[in-house]
């Protein structure tokens, strides 16, 4: 799948309130990341335009481009090109880094993914499920 397939679907999950659509996104953007050792900046504003403030995806699109590459890269890119959210979340999460710089693709390949997931607490059971 291309990024802005994979970026789509999680912007469906984000829509129809379907997590496990979102984490397998999530899962599949980093496997993808990782496969082609590259990340999906031409796509910011896909993700920028359909999820709200603080969403999994935008904390995974800011800490993908802090570790698998270095923030000078995108100089060459045209800055209005980029969302200015984008912009403002990359350089707040890059001053809080205590060690900037990028991590190698094999420890890219094992990264705690689960820091991206959405965790939903279950549902409790309805009074009617209760009593059986």
């Known amino acids: 799948m291309t990024f802005e397939t994979l970026l789509r679907a999680y912007v469906?999950?984000?829509a129809r309130l379907i997590p496990g659509l979102k984490n397998a996104a999530i899962d599949a953007l980093i496997e993808k990341i990782a496969d082609e050792?590259?990340?999906f900046t031409t796509h910011i504003s896909t993700v920028y335009d359909g999820t709200p403030e603080g969403s999994p995806l935008r904390k995974?699109?800011?800490?993908m481009m802090l570790q698998t590459c270095e923030v000078v890269q995108i100089k060459g890119?045209?800055?209005?090109d980029l969302p200015r959210e984008y912009l403002y979340d990359l350089l707040l999460a890059y001053s809080?880094?205590?060690t900037p710089g990028t991590i190698s693709k094999h420890n890219w390949q094992?990264?705690?993914?689960?820091q991206f997931h959405e965790h939903t607490?279950?549902?409790p059971p309805t009074r009617a499920l209760a009593k059986m």
């Open 96 to 98: 809080k880094r205590d």
């Open 110 to 114: 094992n990264i705690d993914r689960c």
């Open 77 to 80: 890119r045209i800055l209005n």
């Open 12 to 14: 469906l999950g984000e």
């Open 60 to 63: 995974s699109a800011t800490e």
């Open 121 to 123: 607490a279950p549902t």
């Open 37 to 39: 050792w590259t990340i």
